[in-house]
Nanobody
């Protein structure tokens, strides 16, 4: 019914930049909140940034001033621009979206498969 496909993960040196993308597809009626989460080895999944349908954003303290979340509603896509990357940003990054599907009208939370970001020191 709905798929979230992430891209953009890579190996980068500390201080570098990456841009993650997540495109939603399927029988979508509307997309409400969208966000990025990450999970490092041996740690719990944590919120990185969220953006609601009105464009309001929220960031984890650890990424404020370095990461920027944005969305293109026409493309059902959310982005995460990551600058000044640090080794501690190394994790699998997951896209999440609160989506209402068309038939029947049903609202649920969906996750992407994850994309690996590795920051070398």
């Amino acid at each position: 019914q709905v798929q979230l496909v992430e891209s953009g993960g890579d190996l980068v040196q500390a201080g570098g930049s990456l841009r993650l993308s997540c495109a939603a597809s399927g029988s979508i009626f509307s997309i409400n909140g969208m966000g990025w989460y990450r999970q490092a080895p041996g740690k719990q999944r944590e919120l990185v940034a969220t953006i609601n349908s009105g464009g309001d954003t929220n960031y984890a303290d650890s990424v404020k001033g370095r990461f920027t979340i944005s969305r293109d509603n026409a493309k059902n896509t959310v982005y995460l621009q990551m600058n000044s990357l640090k080794p501690e940003d190394t994790a699998v990054y997951y896209c999440n979206a609160d989506i209402t599907i068309r038939v029947p009208l049903f609202r649920d939370s969906y996750w992407g498969q994850g994309t690996q970001v590795t920051v070398s020191s």
